[in-house]
């Protein structure tokens, strides 16, 4: 009998393919309809995936924007008579840190 693998460790190890979706990078000055190839939790390609990428997982992007996580300068948690929007903030963290 073979236990499942932790679902961090099968992230470490799997290809993901997300096609179709705008890539915005500031950083590289990158603004266009892209794929990006991932694997082992780090990007390998944007654009056309490199030669015998196989991916185990697919994501349709199209009308998405594929970008890096986002830091916001100004939020403001738990601010009196807000207690829900707290709540949402920290459900969005995945995807931007808050400084």
């Known amino acids: 009998m073979k236990l499942e693998e932790p679902e961090e460790e099968r992230t470490k190890t799997m ?7 705008r890539v915005i ?3 590289s000055k990158t ?5 990006v190839a991932i694997a082992a939790g780090k990007i390998v390609a944007i654009g056309k995936a490199p030669e015998g ?3 185990q997982k697919t994501i349709d992007a199209k009308g998405c924007i594929v970008m890096p ?3 916001d300068l100004s939020v403001r948690l ?3 008579g ?18």
Do not use: M, Y
Request: aromatic residues 4%; contains cysteine.
């Open 82 to 99: 807000h207690d829900t929007k707290a709540c949402s903030i920290q459900n969005w963290q995945r995807l931007l840190r808050v400084v």
């Open 69 to 71: 996580g986002l830091v």
């Open 53 to 55: 990428f196989e991916a």
């Open 78 to 80: 738990k601010e009196p």
């Open 25 to 27: 990078d500031p950083h």
């Open 15 to 21: 290809k993901i393919l997300i096609q179709g979706g």
């Open 31 to 35: 603004d266009s309809v892209a794929d």
